[in-house]
T-cell receptor, first 116, second 117 residues
Framework: GAVVSQHPSWVICKSGTSVKIECRSL??????MFWYRQFPKQSLMLMAT?????????EQGVEKDKFLINHASLTLSTLTVTSAHPEDSSFYIC????????????FGEGSRLTVL | GNSVTQMEGPVTLSEEAFLTINCTYT??????LFWYVQYPGEGLQLLLK?????DKGSNKGFEATYRKETTSFHLEKGSVQVSDSAVYFC????????????????FGKGTHLIIQP
């Protein structure tokens, strides 16, 4: 099946620094990728929709200047958490949809961010 | 807006027991419905799906039937195994979503299933 890979899987950073998380579709092209955030014991929360070659669409309440998303190619989307603070500590997951698929998503392994 | 409600866990069962995890949804139109599973240390995986009313999705012994009249998509398995221990997420996709953009999935909060030998 299709594989989506995230990197890094775990990152610790100091408050005020920026962290970049990559999401790659390894064996297929994805015109659309999604970024989610998972809080403990809660559902995944959709943060933004990333479309190749265009600006990301952010969900209400998500700061686009803080969570920068770039979808530069059909196999790579990046999420940059700028000026991270401890409240940004969370599990971030990306997913990708196959071109011309019927709605099936493929998920990355997730990236756990801890901001000290 | 769309929403998904699933039973809270953890759900603890003995091996070979019958499993039901309830899931109900709120959406306009006819969404597609999914069950995703997250095994320890792994990412989410699609378990099964149904795209229209009365469809039954099935995989690995799990089944769920799309019930429009009760807006439900309950997950069932006749005989669970220890290897089924995981977190299960019910989700729906926006009826207008064709996979080319717009919204992604709306997830339930997840149900942690623990199967004891």
């Amino acid at each position: 099946g299709a594989v989506v890979s995230q990197h890094p899987s775990w990152v610790i950073c100091k408050s005020g620094t920026s962290v970049k998380i990559e999401c790659r579709s390894l064996d297929f092209q994805a015109t659309t990728m999604f970024w989610y955030r998972q809080f403990p014991k809660q559902s995944l929360m959709l943060m933004a929709t990333s479309n190749e070659g265009s600006k990301a669409t952010y969900e209400q309440g998500v700061e686009k200047d803080k969570f920068l998303i770039n979808h530069a190619s059909l196999t790579l989307s990046t999420l940059t958490v700028t000026s991270a603070h401890p409240e940004d500590s969370s599990f971030y997951i990306c997913s990708a949809v196959l071109v011309a698929s019927t709605g099936e998503l493929f998920f990355g392994e997730g990236s756990r961010l801890t901001v000290l | 807006g769309n929403s998904v409600t699933q039973m809270e866990g953890p759900v603890t069962l003995s091996e070979e027991a019958f499993l039901t995890i309830n899931c109900t949804y709120t959406a306009t139109g006819y969404p597609s419905l999914f069950w995703y599973v997250q095994y320890p240390g792994e990412g989410l995986q699609l378990l099964l799906k149904a795209t229209k009313a009365d469809d039954k999705g099935s995989n690995k012994g799990f089944e769920a039937t799309y019930r429009k009249e009760t807006t439900s998509f309950h997950l069932e398995k006749g005989s669970v195994q220890v290897s089924d221990s995981a977190v299960y997420f019910c989700a729906l996709s926006d009826p207008g979503w064709s996979g080319g953009g717009a919204d992604g999935l709306t997830f339930g909060k997840g149900t942690h299933l623990i199967i004891q030998p």
